[in-house]
């Protein structure tokens, strides 16, 4: 079963950058990668994705502030965030999803809160 533990959020002053950590119990080579959020009273939103390949997207919000990026060899997932915005401030889940299986997996997540 895939396990996986996000850690590095905290609070940041608007304008800061946080990096977020996502470590799989697994090997994550054959796996697409995502980071979602979800705010204080919203419902949760896909943040960015990457791909076996190294492909990556983001959602409009972040583009240009956040870098997602992996190293299979620490079966880890990375989420860089610079210029933070008090509207960034949500837990951050990591997802897993097996390109062969299918088979998919949630972190419990990492708050970040930007505030002055």
């Known amino acids: 079963q895939v396990q996986l533990v996000e850690s590095g959020g905290g609070l940041v002053q608007p304008g800061g950058s946080l990096r977020l950590t996502c470590t799989a119990n697994?090997?994550?080579?054959?796996?697409?990668l995502d980071w979602f959020r979800q705010a204080p009273g919203k419902q949760r939103e896909w943040t960015a994705n990457i791909l076996a390949n190294n492909r990556t997207i983001y959602t409009d919000s972040v583009k240009g502030r956040f870098t997602i990026s992996r190293d299979n060899a620490k079966n880890t997932v990375y989420l860089q965030m610079d210029n933070l915005k008090p509207e960034d401030t949500a837990v951050y889940f990591c997802k897993s999803r097996s390109d062969t299986t299918g088979y998919i997996a949630w972190g419990r997540g990492t708050r970040v809160t930007v505030s002055s």
């Open positions: 697994v090997n994550i080579s054959g796996y697409t």
